[in-house]
Each structure stands twice: as structure tokens, then as C-alpha cells.
T-cell receptor, first 115, second 116 residues
Framework: AQSVTQLGSHVSVSEGALVLLRCNYSSSVPPYLFWYVQYPNQGLQLLLK??????LVKGINGFEAEFKKSETSFHLTKPSAHMSDAAEYFC?????????????FGTGTRLKVLA | GAVVSQHPSRVICKSGTSVKIECRSL??????MFWYRQFPKQSLMLMATSNEGSKATYEQGVEKDKFLINHASLTLSTLTVTSAHPEDSSFYIC????????????FGPGTRLTVL
């Protein structure tokens, strides 16, 4: 079975500081990994995804994540936080097999950006 | 990217009534769609998989008679919350997979249901 753990339900950073949101996964098959952002009362927006190939993945809004198989991690980072980055972030995993789309979501991390 | 819409965005209803939520894939066809519910400050929980032309597949613990799902066409899935109660109040989100790349889902904007 697959699972996702997001360490830290709340993370606060100062504007301009490094953002690091942690995600660890468990999967018996090669995973596909995703990071989504959700603003209040809105749906999910894809930030980035890892399927195969390069383990360092760059996404929108300056975010990136690195797939580390040995650590079963897919942490999300951004060098410099903006006020507009304040939102809820979800890590998700699905099977690395075409045609299987069920997502397992982490519990989410609420990012607060301090002025 | 592909667009998924939901209607309505917000709905308030009285206890005991039924509410229908629509999920549409606007520029692509989706033989499969997913329905999630999200309680305040919590993660998304998959409720069911909607299959075009066949019965939906429900996750363990989800009452199929309470949450009726119909996938009548390749672009429309509906979720009907029957005999709604206050505990059904939640944020309902649908998604549809990308059939081309087969690697991700596209999410609708969600429907906020409040049952009085």
C-alpha cells in the first residue's frame, strides 16, 4: 500500500526566507509524486510532479522538489518566500503505472509567510 | 492544461433535502472521474471513482446509497448527496485524469456544501 507523510502541519517563514516543506512516501512500486497548492475555498493547483527521469523537478512559481529514492522523500523548496505563497500544500503519490490514477494525499502543510 | 469545472461552487440546503453537484471536463473526455471530500483544515479523502457507462466504485466506509454518482457522458459526472445532514457539510472536489500523459489528475474548483 502507498502512503504519504507530511511533517509539520504548519510552517512559518519570513518573507524572502527559504521555504522547505517535507514529504515522505511509502510505495512498493515506483511512485509518481506530486505537489499541489490550495488557496482558501479553491481547488488544487499542480505545482510540480515527478514521474521518471530527472530527480530534481522544477515547477511553477519558483518551487522545486527533489525525488530521493534512498530517503523516500520528495521535499518541496523555494529559495525565497513571497507573501503570495501563503496557502495549503499537499503532497500526493500514485502508482507509477499508466491507467492507475488514484491519489493518496498527505495531510497537508499550511504555509504562513511573515512580513 | 485541461480544465475541470464544478457547479455549483456553493450550496446551502436544509437537512433532509438532496443536493446535486456537477463535475465537467471542459476540453477533454474523461471516462473516469474522482470525487473527494475535504473537511476544514484536513486533507482530501477519496470517496469514489466515477466510471462512464458503469457503476461507481466507492471507497471503504462511503455510503453508496447516500452519495449517488452518475457518469452519464464522457464529460459529466454528478454527485448527489441524498437526505443531507449537517455532518455532510464539507468541501467536495472532483478530478479527472489526463488521458494523454496518464500521469496526473486535473481538479475542479470545489463545491462548498453547507447543510443547515
Amino acid at each position: 500500500a502507498q502512503s504519504v507523510t507530511q511533517l509539520g502541519s504548519h510552517v512559518s517563514v519570513s518573507e524572502g526566507a527559504l521555504v522547505l516543506l517535507r514529504c515522505n512516501y511509502s510505495s512498493s512500486v515506483p511512485p509518481y509524486l506530486f505537489w499541489y497548492v490550495q488557496y482558501p475555498n479553491q481547488g488544487l493547483q499542480l505545482l510540480l510532479k515527478y514521474t521518471t527521469g530527472a530527480t530534481l523537478v522544477k515547477g511553477i512559481n519558483g518551487f522545486e522538489a527533489e525525488f530521493k529514492k534512498s530517503e523516500t522523500s520528495f521535499h518541496l523548496t523555494k529559495p525565497s518566500a513571497h507573501m503570495s505563497d501563503a496557502a495549503e500544500y499537499f503532497c500526493a503519490v500514485t502508482r507509477g503505472a499508466s491507467g492507475t490514477y488514484k491519489y493518496i494525499f498527505g495531510t497537508g502543510t499550511r504555509l504562513k509567510v511573515l512580513a | 492544461g485541461a480544465v475541470v469545472s464544478q457547479h455549483p461552487s456553493r450550496v446551502i440546503c436544509k437537512s433532509g433535502t438532496s443536493v446535486k453537484i456537477e463535475c465537467r471536463s471542459l476540453d477533454f473526455q474523461a471516462t473516469t472521474m474522482f470525487w473527494y471530500r475535504q473537511f476544514p483544515k484536513q486533507s482530501l479523502m477519496l470517496m469514489a471513482t466515477s466510471n462512464e457507462g458503469s457503476k461507481a466504485t466507492y471507497e471503504q466506509g462511503v455510503e453508496k446509497d447516500k452519495f449517488l454518482i452518475n457518469h452519464a457522458s464522457l464529460t459529466l459526472s454528478t454527485l448527489t448527496v441524498t437526505s443531507a445532514h449537517p455532518e455532510d457539510s464539507s468541501f467536495y472536489i472532483c478530478s479527472a485524469p489526463d488521458r494523454v500523459s496518464s500521469t496526473e489528475q486535473f481538479f475542479g474548483p470545489g463545491t462548498r456544501l453547507t447543510v443547515l
